[in-house]
């Protein structure tokens, strides 16, 4: 099961970046920030909302240095024509996995097996390999880049400032607690 702190499998697949086939591995992942972002379908409703708004936020994850890997079990032909057709879909830069033998869906336990989809999953790898956070929501509800932003901020900053930890609604440059004694019972 994929878990906190647990790393990355590996895995190979064919996506769309930028008008060109590629094919994507957990080599490519390692050594950067990244974002898991697995979603049912394409061609869909709510996917699509999700997809466009990581879309318009782009710049922001790229200036954290967080490279966004949607996956859906579509084959990546279909997220070339999805692309080509979709006003939403058509402002994606990130790179749009496909995972049709479930491969990839499978290592991050969200694969619907008797649907042959995926769960709505994030999932946040750090420069190791290692999941740092995990969403999972319920097919009818759509997540928030602006909500995964202020979770990759937090996540970056303990990572950069140990002993420190990010209390909750943390925005970047707010207050931050160091676990202590000193603060049992005074919170």
């Known amino acids: ?49 999700e997809l466009e708004d990581l879309a318009d936020n782009y710049a922001t994850f790229q200036k954290l240095g967080v490279e966004i890997y949607s996956v ?36 991050f336990d969200v694969l619907i097996e008797e649907a042959g989809l995926a769960d709505r999953g994030t999932f946040l790898i750090d420069p190791e390999g290692k999941i740092q956070y995990i969403e999972i929501t319920a097919g009818g509800v759509g997540r928030s880049a602006a909500e995964l932003l202020d979770k990759i901020q937090a996540a970056q900053y303990v990572a950069t400032h140990p002993g420190e930890v990010c209390p909750a609604k943390w925005k970047e440059g707010g207050e931050t607690l160091t676990p202590s004694l000193d603060l049992v019972g005074k919170i």
């Open 1 to 49: 099961m994929a878990r906190i702190n647990s790393s990355l499998k590996p895995f190979e697949a064919d996506a769309f970046h930028n008008g060109k086939f590629i094919k994507v591995t957990d080599a490519d992942v390692k050594g950067k920030w990244a974002v898991f972002f697995f979603y049912p379908a394409d061609f869909t409703f709510v996917c699509p909302t």
């Open 72 to 107: 859906s079990t579509d084959k990546h032909f279909t997220h070339k024509a999805w692309h080509d057709t979709s006003p939403a879909i058509s402002k994606i830069k990130y790179v749009m996995v496909g995972d049709p033998t479930g491969q990839i869906a499978r290592n």
